[in-house]
């Protein structure tokens, strides 16, 4: 079989039943930088990222043949990534580091710039860097069931039909433990962004849409 971005996952996992290897090939290149990305979302660390990165296909192929089909795919491995993350966090939680990866076309988000110049200064950008490190470190104290809706909802971009099947959760939960986390995170961050109210500041994208959520 050769390599065929037209081929849909459902072909594909049906090839990998199969025992075809290149079809397995397949959903690695057409999925790693997805598992990774959002992998690194949940450590924050490169090493636990790349180790969730090989379980969560290792998993995929030992266990593909009990992939009834019944979701979509993708929905089935963010449940995957979501668990070996979660394994990982508990195995290596003590050594996690406060960083944010903002590499990768996925991975990467915006920043508001300055409306008075169109240049960030290195103060600026050592500010945003701080900013993000606490922001990272308050999504990380979160409760595992808020955290996970969080990240896959606001950060991934989800939908709530979508997060609800990856998790395993009705719809109202998915938006009851959506609200939670955002209040949650949002009386951890209020007391910093009150001290920056007269100064100019480049606000994390992800930051600034927390803060003005409902």
């Given at each position: 079989?050769?390599?065929?971005?037209?081929?849909s996952d459902v072909v594909l996992i049906d090839q990998v039943r199969a025992?075809?290897?290149?079809?397995?090939?397949?959903?690695?290149?057409?999925?790693?930088?997805?598992v990774y990305n959002l992998a690194m979302r949940f450590t924050r660390n490169q090493e636990d990222a790349e180790e969730v990165l090989q379980d969560v296909f290792l998993t995929i192929f030992t266990k593909v043949k009990g992939f009834e089909g019944k979701s979509a795919f993708s929905s089935w491995l963010y449940r995957v990534i979501v668990n070996s993350s979660f394994m990982k966090l508990r195995k290596r939680r003590s050594s996690?580091?406060?960083?944010?990866?903002?590499?990768?076309?996925n991975g990467s988000r915006s920043v508001i710039e300055n409306e008075k110049s169109s240049e960030v200064?290195?103060?600026?950008?050592l500010q945003n860097s701080r900013l993000r490190e606490?922001?990272?470190a308050a999504v990380d104290k979160l409760p595992d069931q808020y955290?996970?809706?969080f990240l896959l909802r606001d950060v991934e971009g989800l939908s709530n039909t979508e997060v609800g099947n990856i998790l395993d959760?009705?719809?109202p939960a998915v938006k009851s433990r959506l609200h939670r986390a955002r209040l949650m995170l949002r009386r951890k961050l209020h007391r910093l962004f009150e001290e920056y109210v007269d100064r100019p500041v480049v606000v994390p994208v992800e930051t600034d849409l927390l803060l003005a959520a409902n």
């Amino acid at each position: 079989m050769s390599r065929d971005k037209r081929l849909s996952d459902v072909v594909l996992i049906d090839q990998v039943r199969a025992g075809s290897i290149v079809a397995f090939e397949e959903l690695v290149s057409r999925y790693e930088s997805t598992v990774y990305n959002l992998a690194m979302r949940f450590t924050r660390n490169q090493e636990d990222a790349e180790e969730v990165l090989q379980d969560v296909f290792l998993t995929i192929f030992t266990k593909v043949k009990g992939f009834e089909g019944k979701s979509a795919f993708s929905s089935w491995l963010y449940r995957v990534i979501v668990n070996s993350s979660f394994m990982k966090l508990r195995k290596r939680r003590s050594s996690l580091i406060v960083a944010i990866d903002d590499e990768g076309d996925n991975g990467s988000r915006s920043v508001i710039e300055n409306e008075k110049s169109s240049e960030v200064s290195l103060e600026e950008q050592l500010q945003n860097s701080r900013l993000r490190e606490i922001l990272a470190a308050a999504v990380d104290k979160l409760p595992d069931q808020y955290r996970a809706v969080f990240l896959l909802r606001d950060v991934e971009g989800l939908s709530n039909t979508e997060v609800g099947n990856i998790l395993d959760l009705s719809i109202p939960a998915v938006k009851s433990r959506l609200h939670r986390a955002r209040l949650m995170l949002r009386r951890k961050l209020h007391r910093l962004f009150e001290e920056y109210v007269d100064r100019p500041v480049v606000v994390p994208v992800e930051t600034d849409l927390l803060l003005a959520a409902n």
